[in-house]
C-alpha cells in the first residue's frame, strides 16, 4: 500500500503542479493551426511514440485537425534508421512531408531530447528543421523540459515530483493533457461515442 500511495500521491502532485496558464496557450497554438488548415505532426519516441500514435488518433477524429505520428510508419521508421541513422529519422519524414510555416509539430517527451548526451537525437534534429521552417514547435514535456521545453514556442512542463516517478507520471501525464485538449470547445468537434451516448439518453 505504501507504493500505491506514494504513486497516486505524485499523480494528484504533478496534476496540481500543471501550469493552466501554459496549457491554454497549447489550446490557443493548436486552434490557430486548425484554423488556417495546418498539419500537426506529434513526434515521440519509446512510450511517448505511443502516446502519439493515440493523440493523433483524437486530434483527427474528434478535433477534425489533419495530423500524423511519424513513427506510425514502421517500415519508413527502421529503413531510415537502417541507411541513415536514428538521429535524422523524425526530421527526414518532416522533410518529405513538406512541413511548413501554418503546420506544427507536437512533441511528447520525459527529457525533450538532448543532443550533448545523446539523448533523443531525433527529437532535437526534428524541432531544429521546424524551426527552420518556420512551423509551430509546440511541446508537453517532462523534467526540466530539455532542448524541446527550451525550444518551444509553447511548452506544458509535467513537475518532477518524485524522482523515481519521472518517466511513467511524465508519460502518463501526456495523456491527461492531450486529452484535455481534444476535449476542448476551442478544438474539438464531435463528441466522443460514450459522450454521445450519454448525451443521446
Known amino acids: 500500500m ?19 496558464a501554459a496549457v491554454g496557450q497549447l489550446v490557443k497554438s493548436l486552434a490557430a493551426i486548425k484554423k488556417s ?27 477534425g485537425i489533419e495530423a500524423y505520428a511519424p513513427t506510425d510508419n514502421v517500415s519508413e521508421l527502421t529503413a531510415r534508421t537502417n541507411d541513415e541513422g536514428w538521429p535524422t529519422v523524425l526530421a527526414e519524414w518532416l522533410k518529405v512531408s513538406r512541413l511548413r510555416m501554418g503546420d506544427g509539430i507536437l512533441v511528447l517527451s520525459v527529457g525533450g531530447g538532448d543532443a550533448k548526451r ?36 509553447v511548452a506544458v512542463m509535467i513537475p518532477t515530483v518524485a524522482d523515481d516517478l519521472v518517466t511513467p507520471l511524465a508519460e502518463s501525464l501526456q495523456a ?17 461515442k460514450w459522450e454521445q451516448t450519454v448525451a443521446d439518453r
Open 37 to 63: 488548415g495546418g498539419r500537426l505532426f506529434v513526434l515521440g519516441v519509446g512510450g511517448s511514440a505511443a502516446n502519439a500514435s493515440h493523440a493523433v488518433n483524437d486530434f483527427r477524429k474528434l478535433c
Open 176 to 192: 491527461v493533457i492531450w486529452h484535455l485538449l481534444v476535449s476542448h470547445p476551442l478544438l474539438r468537434e464531435q463528441a466522443g
Open 2 to 20: 505504501d507504493f500505491i500511495n506514494h504513486y497516486l500521491t505524485s499523480c494528484r502532485e504533478a496534476v496540481a503542479g500543471l501550469d493552466k
Open 118 to 153: 545523446n539523448i533523443s537525437p531525433n527529437l532535437v534534429a526534428a524541432v531544429d528543421y521546424a524551426r527552420q521552417q518556420q512551423a509551430a514547435v509546440l511541446a508537453i514535456v517532462g523534467r526540466d523540459g530539455g532542448y524541446a521545453g527550451q525550444q518551444a514556442d
